[in-house]
T-cell receptor, first 111, second 113 residues
Framework: GQQVMQIPQYQHVQEGEDFTTYCNSSTTLSNIQWYKQRPGGHPVFLIQLVKSGEVKKQKRLTFQFGEAKKNSSLHITATQTTDVGTYFC???????????FGQGTELSVKP | GAVVSQHPSRVICKSGTSVKIECRSL??????MFWYRQFPKQSLMLMAT?????????EQGVEKDKFLINHASLTLSTLTVTSAHPEDSSFYIC?????????FGPGTRLTVT
């Protein structure tokens, strides 16, 4: 079936280091969304990317959508302890289609 | 952003009993709601898509007779876990779509003893 692969599964960083998580789909995505889930919490929508090659920034977070619309990345610059949580990408293979979640990347930040 | 509520937030039930979980869109009408299940340290797995006034569409491997979904109004969908067993213990999260964006409820943690 249609899948969205996400790596790495875990990432441990020292506060101030950068962090990147990657998502990849074998087929073209209509759009991709990113969510953050804090421990014990529910996923919170961060952003949606729709256009090929799109890059969006939210403060220290940079989101990219690949030219072929098959991959995406989330990069956090100078991580802080408040960045701790699991980051999920979720893609749709067609407009209005179901959202398929990646496995998530759990980020821990050591102060 | 739009708000989605879920009730209850936590429930503990005995094996063999049924549990109903409510999902409400508080400030928008949601023609489509989604039910996900998340096991510890795992991703969200879509269980079913619920459309107001029609039968839910279940994902492969999800028993429709065990997980009853009712979407009676544009602001309310319910998931009933029937004859619950310990393996049904999980975090159940609903989501409602509003103009293309999906908003997630806070989740319901179900523990079956």
């Amino acid at each position: 079936g249609q899948q969205v692969m996400q790596i790495p599964q875990y990432q441990h960083v020292q506060e101030g280091e950068d962090f990147t998580t990657y998502c990849n789909s074998s087929t073209t995505l209509s759009n991709i969304q990113w969510y953050k889930q804090r421990p014990g919490g529910h996923p919170v929508f961060l952003i949606q990317l729709v256009k090929s090659g799109e890059v969006k920034k939210q403060k220290r977070l940079t989101f990219q959508f690949g030219e072929a619309k098959k991959n995406s990345s989330l990069h956090i610059t100078a991580t802080q302890t408040t960045d701790v949580g699991t980051y999920f990408c979720a893609g749709r293979h067609n407009q209005g289609g179901k959202l398929i979640f990646g496995q998530g990347t759990e980020l821990s930040v050591k102060p | 952003g739009a708000v989605v509520s879920q009730h209850p937030s936590r429930v503990i039930c005995k094996s063999g009993t049924s549990v109903k979980i409510e999902c409400r869109s508080l400030d928008f009408q949601a023609t489509t709601m989604f039910w996900y299940r998340q096991f510890p340290k795992q991703s969200l797995m879509l269980m079913a898509t619920s459309n107001e006034g029609s039968k839910a569409t279940y994902e492969q491997g999800v028993e429709k007779d065990k997980f009853l979904i009712n979407h009676a109004s544009l602001t309310l969908s319910t998931l009933t876990v029937t004859s619950a067993h310990p393996e049904d213990s999980s975090f159940y999260i609903c989501s409602a779509r509003d103009w293309g964006e999906q908003y997630f409820g806070p989740g319901t943690r179900l523990t079956v003893t």
